[in-house]
């Protein structure tokens, strides 16, 4: 499924060519709308030319109606497609600069790359000047590093700011752009050509139809279909996946939980898939608890998603049927280095048991996602068992101590693990390295 | 080619602008990234520097980190999308009768007012794009299109506070 690992995919010559190939489309497209020409450029802020915002947000609109079409039939993966990370702050004041340079010099960058193309002097020198800016940047971003990195809030989108499904988040943008070219049309008639606006033409021109009929149906048909399912987007994904779940590459054998867990080079990340009731009883230290609609919402997910490379997320369950299904939901939705824990509570507790009093096993442990251990009251994480990886410690009391009159007299609990011998399956890999355009 | 014959007119704003979407589209779609101009001046200045002052680009992190040691600033998918680009305008200028070297420029300006003018928008338009992680193309085309937050706030500013300096600076364009 698109987009594609180029750079794996592709000899470096191909490679090049491709990115050259889009390149140019970019250029032959700026240059045809007249972004070459200065002032059509800054005409614009002076209502005498509207050409540059209509080109840039029908560029826009068309786009993000693609887009979501493309996700909407499956086509396109959108977890490994690069959204430019939002750094609000840094963000709005590089654009109230920016538009002072605008203003100024008549160009952005794009534009003036083409204006310098069709030799125009005054792109040449803007192209210059542009160079020395980043330059300038380079020199002096250290001592700006902390407002330059603030207000980060990661891969942030409009549709999960407005909380809207996607498609009537495109529907908004387009109705948006299509007014806007229309109130340009207006001010430019107005402000731009002098006229009365008794005598300004209301009524939009024909290409104005043409476009918002077009976005305007697209959008609504995205609104009617709506966007595939975790499940249905899992069912589209490639061999591979389905290919690591039948030679169960994806499960991790609780020994090697714990011994990530002592890694201190990695972050292990546990989710707990039971119910309220079995988790109270009895979880792993440190995990917390989703059900599959939670691990959805963008409270949950997003965390997930924005982790660092060095963290691995485990699911558990009792067994490993709703621990697989929420596997299957979080790989569709692109969450990287996810693991289920190989046979789950069940095997963990085989793996590192809770004493006889705590506990009676009364299932195996491949019992499915029913509970093999019938805990006599709740421990939550205070067992040695919910901690392996630290061996003992001052807080675990034992809870059997008082009836064993064998002359332990310590309450201090100390435990060692038999060492289990397991089959390393965790590989670390850092999220599809998707960089956008002026990453 | 003959310059004699008059440039043809620009192509309808709504077709050139669906143009562009489909081209951001299919960079999107194939590459998994949008379009981009000032990630690739960062780094031709980054490779110019590093002729020049080696040490230096290895000394300062943000060039370091395009160019420190032996890593080459100019094998990089954005330097290809940036030489595309360059040829894309050329031929379309070439094909619609506009290469042609000459200053465009407001009818009050000189014309070499209007190149110190280009300098140094250039230089203002150069240190804003890097410091909002992006350019027109790269922040408010590519991350408009992805929907994301910071991407139409940064657009927002941009058209803000152009149209704000606009009426000052009038003595330029109109």
């Not at chain 1, 077009?214 to 996946?241: H, I, T, W, Y």
């Not at chain 1, 990695?266 to 691990?295: I, M, P």
Request: charged residues 15%.
């Amino acid at each position: 499924m698109a987009p594609f690992d180029l750079a794996a995919s592709l000899g470096p010559v191909a490679y090049a060519l491709v990115f050259g190939a889009i390149g140019f489309g970019f250029g032959a497209a700026l240059e045809m709308g007249g972004f070459g020409d200065t002032r059509k450029l800054a005409g614009q802020f002076y209502f005498q030319d509207m050409t540059v915002l209509k080109v840039m947000f029908t560029g826009i609109a068309v786009a993000a109606v693609l887009v979501a079409l493309a996700t909407s039939f499956g086509l396109l993966d959108m977890s490994r497609v690069f959204v430019n990370p939002t750094y609000l702050w840094p963000g709005i004041v590089g654009g109230l600069i920016m538009g002072v340079g605008f203003v100024i010099g008549g160009f952005c960058p794009g534009t003036s790359i083409v204006a310098a193309s069709t030799l125009k002097v005054d792109g040449i020198f803007f192209l210059l000047g542009a160079l020395g800016g980043v330059w300038l940047f380079g020199e002096t971003v250290g001592s700006i590093q902390g407002f330059w990195l603030s207000s980060y809030m990661g891969r942030f989108t409009l549709p999960e700011w407005l909380g809207l499904p996607l498609g009537v988040t495109v529907l908004l943008v387009v109705v948006m752009a299509v007014a806007l070219f229309w109130a340009g049309d207006l001010a430019q008639q107005h402000f731009g050509q002098k006229r009365p606006w008794a005598e300004v033409v209301k009524g939009p021109g024909r290409g104005w139809q043409v476009l918002a009929g077009a976005l305007v149906a697209a959008s609504l048909f995205l609104v009617v279909r709506g966007q595939p399912d975790p499940e249905a987007k899992f069912a589209r994904m490639g061999p591979a996946v389905k290919k690591a779940v039948a030679e169960r590459e994806i499960f991790v054998d609780p020994a090697e939980v714990v011994a990530l867990r002592k890694d201190i080079g990695v972050q292990v990340v546990l989710v707990d898939l039971r119910d309220e009731r079995d988790f109270n009883l009895f979880h792993v230290g440190g995990s917390r608890r989703a059900t599959l609609a939670e691990l959805e919402s963008p409270e949950r997910l997003k965390p997930l998603l924005d982790q660092p490379p060095t963290t691995v997320t485990f699911l558990i369950g009792n067994g490993e049927a709703e621990a697989l299904r929420a596997w299957r939901q979080l790989t569709a939705l692109g969450v990287p280095n996810v693991y289920v824990v190989d046979g789950g509570v069940n095997r963990w507790l085989e793996r590192y048991p809770v004493e006889a009093c705590v506990a009676d096993r009364i299932g195996k442990a491949e019992a499915g996602d029913a509970p093999a251990w019938r805990f006599r009251y709740a421990t939550g994480s205070t067992q040695p068992a919910a901690w392996p990886e630290l061996g003992s410690s001052p807080s675990f009391r034992s809870p059997c101590g008082e009836a064993a009159a064998d002359g332990h007299g310590s309450t201090h609990h100390a435990r060692t693990w038999p060492a289990h011998a397991y089959t390393k399956r965790v590989k670390l890999k850092s999220k599809a390295a998707v960089k956008g355009g002026c990453g | 080619m003959s310059t004699s014959r008059e440039p043809r007119p620009y192509v309808n704003p709504y077709v050139a602008g669906t143009l562009l979407g489909v081209v951001l589209f299919l960079s999107l779609y194939v590459t998994g990234g949008g379009l981009g101009a000032s990630a690739a001046m960062s780094r031709v200045q980054t490779g110019v520097l590093d002729l020049v002052a080696p040490g230096h680009v290895d000394r300062v992190a943000y060039f370091a980190e395009m160019a420190g040691g032996a890593r080459s600033p100019w094998a990089h998918y954005s330097i290809y999308m940036l030489v595309g680009t360059v040829l894309g305008g050329f031929v379309s200028g070439l094909w619609n009768r506009r290469v042609k070297l000459e200053t465009r420029k407001g009818p009050r300006i000189s014309v070499h007012a209007r190149w110190g003018f280009a300098l140094l928008g250039g230089l203002i338009m150069g240190y804003g794009a890097r410091l909002a992680r992006g350019c027109t193309s790269g922040q408010a085309l590519s991350g408009g299109a992805v929907l994301s937050v910071g991407s139409w706030a940064f657009a927002m500013a941009v058209f803000a506070s152009a149209y704000a300096v606009a009426w000052f600076l009038r003595r330029l364009w109109i």
